[in-house]
């Protein structure tokens, strides 16, 4: 029990943001088994047991929405570098989910990021450098309506950057600048990854 709720916060913690639907499952299957356990040694433990539980309350059973809910489970535990590498990774898998595409192959991956900044740039088509044009044509048509929503995606890669450069950087922003942005980006991003669920369901029917 111990050592899934610690494989669990690791996941999270690590970004392995394919693995923590799956791992906050089995987690809660795990908690499941020893709260029906008949042994009157249980008993004590309810309130650490509660507390274990709470600690996941957020996550559902949607694992567009269950993407960025993570994000604030990682705000509220002080992850901001977590909380923004979460935030842009994840939008680009709920599209990967939208489409039914791979989110693990670094193709497809690449042309979701393009697919975006094309979006956000308006870049025109004998411009674009993509693996595959018609996949990339499919999603900026079909995701120009969500545009706006969009719109956070570029301040959280900038931010995500100047975070994993150290600072490294012309013009390193200063340590307080990262907090209330990610707290606005995740706010921001809530319609897109909400519009991205309905869509994911619909396509699906």
């Known amino acids: 029990m111990t050592e899934q709720l610690d494989l669990t916060e690791k996941t999270i913690r690590t970004c392995r943001s394919l693995q923590i639907?799956?791992?906050?499952?089995?987690?809660?299957?795990?908690?499941?088994?020893?709260?029906?356990?008949?042994?009157?040694?249980i008993k004590p433990l309810a309130p650490l047991l509660d507390a274990m539980e709470q600690k996941y309350a957020i996550f559902g059973d949607?694992?567009?929405?269950?993407?960025w809910k993570v994000v604030r489970w990682c705000l509220d535990h002080g992850l901001i570098?977590?909380?923004?590498?979460?935030?842009?990774?994840?939008?680009?898998?709920?599209?990967?989910?939208?489409f039914a595409l791979d989110p693990r192959q670094e193709e497809v991956r690449n042309d979701v990021h393009s697919t975006i900044h094309i979006l956000l740039e308006n870049i025109p088509k004998?411009?674009?450098?993509?693996?595959?044009?018609?996949?990339?044509?499919?999603?900026?048509n079909a995701l120009a309506p969500y545009r706006n929503d969009l719109k956070p995606f570029g301040m959280v890669k900038e931010r995500r950057n100047d975070i994993n450069h150290a600072g490294a950087r012309p013009q390193p922003l200063k340590?307080?600048?990262?907090?209330?942005?990610?707290?606005?980006?995740?706010?921001?991003?809530?319609?897109?990854f909400e519009k991205m669920s309905m869509l994911a369901k619909s396509m699906q029917r």
């Open 21 to 41: 639907d799956e791992t906050v499952r089995k987690f809660r299957e795990q908690l499941d088994r020893v709260r029906s356990s008949p042994t009157e040694a």
């Open 62 to 67: 949607d694992p567009i929405m269950n993407s």
């Open 81 to 98: 570098q977590s909380a923004m590498t979460m935030l842009g990774e994840n939008a680009v898998t709920a599209i990967c989910r939208v």
């Open 126 to 140: 004998d411009r674009w450098r993509v693996h595959s044009v018609e996949r990339v044509e499919q999603m900026v």
């Open 175 to 192: 340590a307080q600048k990262f907090w209330p942005d990610a707290e606005r980006a995740f706010k921001e991003l809530s319609t897109f």
